[in-house]
């Protein structure tokens, strides 16, 4: 099933080109012309993206914010005309997940619809199981332990953010550059050496405690958490 996506836009023109290049990325798009219908149409079909422009007839995209984000968790992504810290801040603290200023780029607004989606998803994983647990090791987000063979070891919120991340999904292989954009966010900027120092890092507190899992290198492409 495609991804739906609202895009609540007043400019008849931004909002065209966006549904164009959406649809064209095999998005399932729906639009509405002010905050009022876009509201109403949130409601209706409950989409699972919401790109939202501030300053519209009926109600601005401040307050459809709010009212989206008092009813659920769907991730908004603001367009506004206007790149003032304060607008920004506003919209951050109405619950959006990320803002786009105009004029943009439709390879950025694409690179920010999956980077919130991702982020989205990762949540969601995240709240079913914040505690993973393998052979003499625990990684508690909870608590925020890391305990190997029995005993509590110290590790920094980044290496934490790291090995739980790959750890939630055995045996899958994540790129350097997919594991800046999840575990540092799309903003991060800094190069794929930061990941390798983490992974060392790591590695230094959990090689040759099990034999069921490892912290592995793929040659050419990244890392995995591999289960035996």
């Not at 149409?41 to 422009?53: A, E, Q, Y």
């Not at 999956?114 to 995240?126: F, H, I, K, W």
């Not at 034999?211 to 890392?223: I, N």
């Amino acid at each position: 099933m495609a991804i739906s996506v609202l895009i609540v836009e007043d400019d008849k023109h931004i909002q065209e080109l966006l549904q164009m290049y959406l649809e064209k990325e095999g998005y399932a798009v729906t639009t509405a012309d002010d905050g009022g219908q876009g509201l109403t149409k949130f409601r209706s079909i409950r989409p699972d993206l919401v790109l939202l422009d501030v300053m519209m007839p009926v109600m601005d995209g401040w307050t459809v914010c709010k009212a989206i984000r008092s009813e659920g968790q769907t991730p908004v992504i603001m367009l506004t005309a206007k790149g003032e810290t304060d607008d920004k801040i506003t919209g951050l603290k109405s619950g959006a997940d990320d803002y786009i200023t105009k004029p943009f780029e439709m390879r950025e607004v694409l690179a920010r619809i999956e980077a919130v989606l991702r982020r989205s998803d990762r949540n969601t994983v995240e709240k079913k199981a914040r505690r993973l647990v393998f052979d003499k090791l625990v990684i508690d987000m909870d608590a925020f332990e890391l305990t190997v063979d029995g005993k509590k070891v110290e590790a920094p919120p980044k290496e934490m953010d790291l090995l739980f991340y790959l750890a939630s999904s055995p045996n899958r292989v994540y790129t350097r550059n997919q594991l800046l954009d999840e575990v540092w966010g799309f903003d991060f900027f800094g190069d794929s050496r930061t990941v390798d120092v983490h992974v060392k890092r790591l590695r230094e507190k959990l090689e040759g405690v099990s034999e069921s899992w490892s912290l592995k290198t793929v040659w050419g492409v990244g890392y995995k958490f591999e289960v035996l």
